[in-house]
């Protein structure tokens, strides 16, 4: 919903996740379970708090879920129970059906009653005795059956039943689409479309390290000789302390990429299409093709199949050739006249069947490789065809039609979602769709950028023309006629987009019915950002200004209001903050507004009521926006803030605002808390006044108040409205006037304990993370009861609290800025500080809160949120391993990239920062590439289509080659010099000097690098050349390649580049292979999946495994349900559902499940991505656990590579990933292999966790059992001493750890002792001496993987039988407790402690 990715739910108020490597993954979300325990029904209003929690935003207000419930249907979703019923009934009945294809056997298929019969021709045309058919019906008892009928609908389909498979008559369409699927077959194994980045292929290395199926290998090998086979070393670069980094390795090559070939040229013939009088004989086309015995044939594509006929290339002769070969499948066609396709496309076939299908299947979003070696491009019918006719009819069943996209997009939205089957269809619609317009958005921006696509208003200037494809609108990120000249010009309209992109997220995440956002993407290629939008229908025939109904096109100017949409929004504007508030008009009139200025509201053709231009959806960032006369508060001042920014745009992120409300909260909980102990006190003393004058004001009934009160009772459990009689509600500030003082000050001197980390205390038995209760009880005694008290109050509806407590409320109200006075309330109007809007006078109150609150919102991001991260960081529950990941960091946090700079300095400025100097690393690797970015972004715009390969490898050299005058390469004359002369006008937007690329020198680009660094970060760096920063940075230079290539979508060769040569450049212009699109869209949610997934998480930490393992099933079932089969989510599901198999002794399962884990992960997120690396850690471990050593090596091998590629040796995730390697070559008894990396492994560890941390210790120990193996007992004396020490003063004396260390010391001695004695005998009496033997031990395998399970942070609970049958006992009794708990009261799961939860990676 905010991040870029969108893994991460959008409020996660105390994202503290247990990995930030694996950001996306469960990390993030088992830290919010941490936070929130299901509690059934705790808000009044009916439907269970499970669904609230959906979107996370458990604390406050029921999200889009709920809102978009209240229609009525909310008891539908009563609780889990409800839900696991649903979903049982409709997993739990497939059944089986025989069919039979002409020529084969009848075999059985296991199918659902959900499914479409068309699902079943898919299954078909994949299956190796079928695919070549793609043109048949299938028939029950001679019945066709039809395609888009489910299977539960068609009469006399049972258990059993025979289904024929049917040949039908060709049509031109059917023909075409029979022969891209023989290509398709043909090219299966073949990576060039993952490399080139289209249809949704992506490259996946696994299988090259586990030598195929992880399944099977485990079963083929002998155990016995195991041991013996392995070849243990790992090459040179993967060694600790070796300082090359080769890129080849990256993508192995694979033996089965270079296809056995089955024919020499498949391709249209010339001769197409047939003429008139061939038609009428059944002719569709004609196809030409060489076969691999050199023979040219060619083919006639009829009504009744392939055949043969006599044309050649120069005549035409359209008879069936004798003979003539007539067969139904164009396979069938070729394997009689070619012997070779015979058998290489059997072989070819069964190899296609044999990989993994998550090698295979496309992915949701298209991943682009920033690597790729030399393919030879071959000649390809089908892929000619398609860049020709742009394949635009094609893939949408109804061919010589363009998708009505915004059609689809809007009804997808108003599919009925009253109970789970409905939701899963709307949210599969919905994804589905969204990921077809995204790839759509996509080819068409490429389009225009590339020239090929005729703008709708061709005679303006290139800069100012705008695009119509395939029915999606195009327009550049430049700023047209001055729109944006107030906020910032170029940069603001290039800030506009993604801001409008995050604005459609929000809006898209609550889901309101009957509210409309257009379908957004933005594109960045070759330097232009180009934004892709649905089309609101009618709006080209109409002039703008009169189609706006709602908002203003002139930044406040002209304001309109509209009463329909202010019901609209109203909705809206609790889950996102958003207040209603007024504006003045150009005629002075007040117009009343529930979203900022921009935001446009147009009633389309279709009678549905859209909104546009999002792009100040979230209030402005005030440290980011400099205004005359307006002060900061001190802690974003002593930061140097405000600063001045590149455009007027910034503004803060949803998460942010999240995160600052849930700490407003506490506050609000604290200050009722405090007063209340005071009036307590005061009990003896009569207090009155206050409350006097109260009484004595008048009873204003105010305006806001009233009109809120509704939404408010039926949104939120905490803004439950205390005065529902409208008499007692007064806007009185007397009564508050000695608050006021604190108003100001309240949110900068409160020691907020650790900021945001527990923002967790919401009411009504949700869990307090335990850090801030206990804090708060030491802190002020008597707290507890009062915060009961306070709870009690905020919670009952007010009719009968008495005048005291509602001051109480009130003063609390006001002290947090809430915009209620009667409940805790926190909104924000986006329009304060925005240039042209002006609010009316009766109003200036307000406004000055508004300002205050933005004050505080971006002084809480300096003082809190940036702290926190540093914070997590020191304590390694954020580990950031790459820019992607770090920036993912910053997000959930809710702080914006353009806060590196601060960031970095705060880094700088921390005691501890030693321990953070791989955070540092990264921030400043991802700081210097983006400078780089913003700076190639402007370089590539003045540069030809020509010129573009010598362009790019010029700015790379500039930015990485040692070599320090790098000249470019023009091209060559002959082509430039003619065209020259003519007027180039309206080629390529931008347009520009066409040289001006080529006198960049390394020199210049590194100084502007660093001014950049200063005017956008304020940061300065001191660089001079590539040379100084990797030097003073300790950077790496592949790392830098990987970073600015994966930002700008640049594809380079792969090979060994000499970066530090003096002599000669690092790049030509070969090396250059592609420029690819970065794309931005919106991510749908799969909401009942997630939600089952967190609940099955919240049940892992309960310790009820088993019941946690269903539900997380049973997530897996609805994700595949609503995203097909690959997905980020569905990733994180399978990784969940490996640990738990294996903890639960299960390995071949978790093995099978890590292994479709690690092919996502590399399928979905990239083959080097931090995650996937990950990924391949828990796949070693499970493969050890397996007993295939050897492939666990690998697979460590393969993760400690792409872990020096993307971040280098020193980062605290190497000690991990040697301390594996270390064990499983200790297994294999390669001690001094073995030693190199469990010594490096302490070396980081004790840098990163500081010497005294018990990872230390466990480090000494390891390292001392490798050293007991060789028989070295004086060094492994040594290190287990060191252990020892750091047990014994963290631990104490008495705990199990230092005693079994010290046990250990003991057994170390005496083995030490033995050895000195025999050596002694040795010498005294020389070769006759009768030696003691020694025990030289062997590690067991199961040592072996004792201690991997707890590097791996696995911990079994060694049981006993009885231990188990007991614990079997109480499991049931407490289960049978919860069902008969859950009829009487509803909140009986005790609140989590983050604490003592199974440790879920």
């Known amino acids: 919903m905010v991040s870029k990715t969108d893994d991460i739910p959008p409020s996660v108020p105390n994202c503290k996740p247990v990995d930030l490597a694996d950001e996306a993954g469960d990390g993030a979300q088992d830290s919010k379970e941490g936070s929130k325990t299901h509690l059934k029904d705790s808000c009044g209003c009916g439907h269970s708090a499970d ?60 199918v659902s009653p959900q499914e479409m019969v068309q699902e079943i021709h898919q299954v078909l045309m994949d299956r190796e005795d079928t695919c070549h058919r793609t043109c048949f019906s299938l028939q029950l008892d001679g019945n066709v059956l039809d395609n888009f009928a489910e299977l539960k609908s068609i009469e006399g389909l049972q258990e059993g039943s025979l289904l024929k498979v049917v040949e039908e008559p060709y049509t031109v369409r059917e023909a075409r689409i029979h022969v891209r699927h023989i290509r398709d077959l043909l090219k299966s194994l ?56 080769p890129l080849v390795p990256l993508q192995p090559q694979n033996k089965d990429w270079k296809p056995m070939q089955c024919l020499k040229v498949l391709t249209m013939s010339g001769w197409n299409p047939p003429p008139g009088n061939r038609k009428m004989h059944g002719d569709l086309m004609y196809l030409y093709i060489v076969t691999v015995e050199e023979r040219h044939v060619s083919i006639t594509a009829s009504t009744r199949g392939f055949y043969l006929n006599q044309s050649t290339t120069y005549t035409f002769n359209p ?81 010589g039609q363009t998708r009505d996209w915004n059609e689809e997009l809007q009804t997808t939205r108003e599919l009925p979602r009253k109970n789970l089957p409905e939701r899963l269809l709307r949210e599969r619609a919905i994804f589905k769709v969204h990921s077809d317009f995204a790839a759509a958005a996509t080819r ?66 609550v889901d309101v019915e009957g ?215 007064t806007d009185n500030d007397t009564s508050a006037a000695p608050q006021t003082a604190m108003d100001g000050e309240e949110n900068s001197s409160k020691p907020t304990t650790n900021g945001p980390l527990e923002l967790t205390a919401t009411q009504n038995g949700e869990c307090k993370s335990p850090l801030e209760g206990k804090e708060l009880e030491e802190s002020i005694p ?189 091209p060559p004359d002959e082509l430039v010099s003619r065209r020259k002369s003519r007027k180039r006008r309206n080629r390529v937007p931008g347009g520009g000097d066409n040289t001006a690329w080529a006198s960049l020198t390394p020199s210049e680009l590194w100084k502007n690098i660093a001014s950049e660094a200063q005017s956008y970060y304020h940061f300065t760096l001191q660089c001079e050349s590539v040379d100084q920063v990797v030097e003073k940075y300790g950077l790496q230079k592949t790392t830098l390649l990987r970073e600015i290539s994966v930002k700008t979508g640049i594809q380079i060769l792969i090979k060994e580049y000499n970066f530090d040569s003096r002599h000669k450049p690092a790049f030509t212009e070969e090396d250059i292979l592609n420029i690819f699109p970065v794309v931005k869209h919106v991510n749908p949610k799969a909401s009942d999946a997630f939600h089952f997934f967190q609940s099955g998480q919240a049940k892992v930490q309960q310790g009820f495994l088993k019941e946690g393992c269903e539900l997380i099933n049973e997530a897996l079932n609805l994700f595949n349900n609503v995203y097909g089969a690959m997905h980020v989510e569905i990733c994180a599901c399978l990784r969940l559902l490996a640990r738990l198999n294996y903890i639960m002794g299960d390995h071949p399962e978790a093995l099978s499940n890590q292994q479709k884990a690690v092919l996502m992960s590399e399928r979905v997120l990239g083959i080097e991505h931090p995650n996937t690396i990950q990924e391949y850690m828990h796949l070693a471990l499970y493969c050890f656990a397996n007993g295939q050593l050897s492939t666990a090596l690998k697979l460590l091998y393969r993760a400690r590579y792409l872990l020096l590629l993307v971040c280098s040796e020193d980062h605290p995730e190497m000690a991990l990933l040697d301390s594996n ?140 039988q009885k231990d188990l049958e007991n614990l079997k006992a109480e499991v049931q009794r407490r289960q049978q407790l919860q069902e008969l708990g859950k009829s009487e009261e509803p909140i009986e799961d005790s609140p989590l402690e983050l604490e003592d939860k199974i440790p879920i990676d």
């Open 515 to 729: 509210l409309y956002t257009l379908g957004t993407v933005v594109v960045d290629y070759r330097g232009y950002r180009v934004t892709a939008q649905s089309i609101i229908p009618g709006i080209l025939e109409r002039e703008q200004e009169q189609s706006v109904i709602y908002g203003s096109i002139d930044f406040g100017k002209t304001v309109v209001s509209h009463s329909k949409y202010l019901e609209l929004l109203e909705k809206t504007s609790r889950p996102l903050k958003v207040q209603r508030h007024n504006v003045l008009n150009e005629k002075n009139d007040s117009v009343e507004l529930c979203s900022s200025v921009e935001c446009k509201g147009i009633i389309g053709n279709d009678g549905r009521h859209y909104i546009l231009d999002l792009l100040r959806t979230f209030p402005p960032d005030m440290n980011f926006l400099p205004v005359d006369g307006e002060v900061l508060p001190p802690e974003s001042q002593r930061q140097g803030f405000p600063r001045q920014h590149r455009h007027r745009l910034a503004c803060l992120r949803q998460e942010l605002i999240e995160a600052f409300v849930e700490h407003r909260y506490l506050l609000f909980m604290k200050m009722a808390a405090l007063q209340l102990m005071q009036q307590k006190a005061n009990k003896d003393t009569k207090t009155e006044t206050p409350a006097i004058t109260e009484t004595a004001e008048t009873p204003t009934e105010s305006k806001p108040d009233a009109t809120q009160t509704p939404t408010a009772s039926s949104d939120s459990p905490s803004a439950t409205d205390i005065s529902t009689d409208s008499t007692s509600t």
């Open 190 to 245: 073949d990576p060039s479309d993952a490399y080139n980045g289209v249809d949704c292929n992506s490259l996946s290395f696994l299988s090259i390290f586990t030598d195929g199926d992880l399944g099977d290998s485990g079963k083929r090998k002998k155990k016995g000789n195991e041991l013996e086979q392995i070849d243990c070393t790992p090459p040179e670069h993967i060694l600790p302390g070796s300082k090359d980094r």
């Open 319 to 399: 008879k069936p050739a004798n003979p003539s070969f007539l067969s139904h499948s164009l396979v069938e066609l070729l394997s009689q006249i070619s012997p070779a396709f015979k058998k290489n496309f059997t072989a070819l076939q069964k190899k296609r069947v044999q990989r993994h299908p998550f090698e295979r299947i496309a992915t949701p979003f298209q991943v682009y490789s920033w690597t790729a070696p030399q393919v030879d491009h071959a000649m390809d019918c089908v892929r000619a065809e398609d860049a020709y006719t742009s394949r635009l009819g094609y893939e949408e069943h109804i061919p």
């Open 782 to 970: 008597g707290l507890a009861q009062a915060k009961e008290l306070a709870e009690t109050l905020v919670a009952e509806d007010g009719s009968c609290i008495d005048p005291k407590s509602r001051e109480v409320v009130l003063n609390a109200c006001k002290a947090v800025g809430s915009i209620s006075n009667t409940s805790f309330d926190i909104r924000f109007n986006p329009d304060i500080f925005s240039p042209g809007v002006r609010f009316p006078d009766d109003s200036t109150d307000d406004v000055q809160k508004q300002k205050q609150l933005l004050k505080d919102a971006a002084a809480f991001l300096v003082s809190c949120q940036i702290p926190s991260l540093v914070k997590d960081c020191l304590d390694h529950s954020a580990v950031p391993m790459d820019g992607a990941t770090l920036t993912e960091a910053l997000h959930q946090r809710g702080i914006n990239v353009r806060y590196l700079g601060t960031v970095l300095e705060f880094v700088d400025k921390t005691p501890a920062k030693a321990q953070l100097e791989h955070f540092y690393r990264i921030g400043i690797s991802e700081l210097i590439t983006r400078c780089a970015k913003h700076i190639f972004k402007t370089y590539l715009q003045g540069v030809e289509l020509s010129a573009l390969s010598a362009a790019v490898s010029h700015f790379l050299n500039c930015f990485l080659s040692s070599f320090p005058d790098a000249v470019a390469h023009l």
């Open 1221 to 1360: 390697i270390g064990l499983v070559l200790h297994g294999v008894m390669e001690y001094d292999l073995s030693l190199r990396f469990l010594e490096y492994a302490l070396t980081v560890n004790t840098k990163y966790h500081g010497p005294r941390s018990l990872k230390v210790a466990l480090s000494h120990h390891l390292v001392a059992r490798v050293y007991e193996s060789k028989a070295e007992f004086r060094s492994a004396l040594q290190h287990e001493k060191e252990g020892y020490t750091i047990y014994k003063n963290q631990m104490g004396e008495a705990h199990e750890k230092t005693k079994e260390s010290s046990e250990y010391l003991k057994y170390l001695t005496q083995q030490a002792v033995a050895l000195q004695r025999t050596m002694n005998e040795i010498y005294k009496n020389g070769s006759n001496a009768s030696i003691m033997p020694l025990k030289f031990t062997a590690p067991s395998m199961a040592s072996v993987l004792e201690q991997l399970n707890i590097i791996n942070g696995i911990i079994f609970i060694p049981l006993s």
């Open 444 to 509: 068409g921006a490429m389009a225009v950028i590339d020239g090929n696509v005729m703008a709708i208003n061709p005679g303006e200037e290139t800069r100012m023309q705008m695009f119509i494809w395939n029915n999606i609108f195009f327009s550049l990120g430049f700023d047209v006629r001055d729109h944006y000249r107030e906020l910032g010009g170029d940069a603001a309209a290039h800030a506009a987009p993604t801001n409008d992109l995050n604005g459609v997220r929000a809006y898209g995440a």
């Open 51 to 110: 669904t609230a929690m959906v979107n996370g935003d458990g604390a406050h207000g029921h999200t889009d879920e709920a809102e978009s419930k209240q229609d009525g249907s909310a008891e539908v979703d009563g609780g889990e129970e409800s839900n696991e019923q649903e979903v049982i009934v409709i997993q739990d009945t497939g059944f089986t059906v025989k069919i039979q294809a002409p020529g084969t056997e009848p075999f059985d298929l296991q």
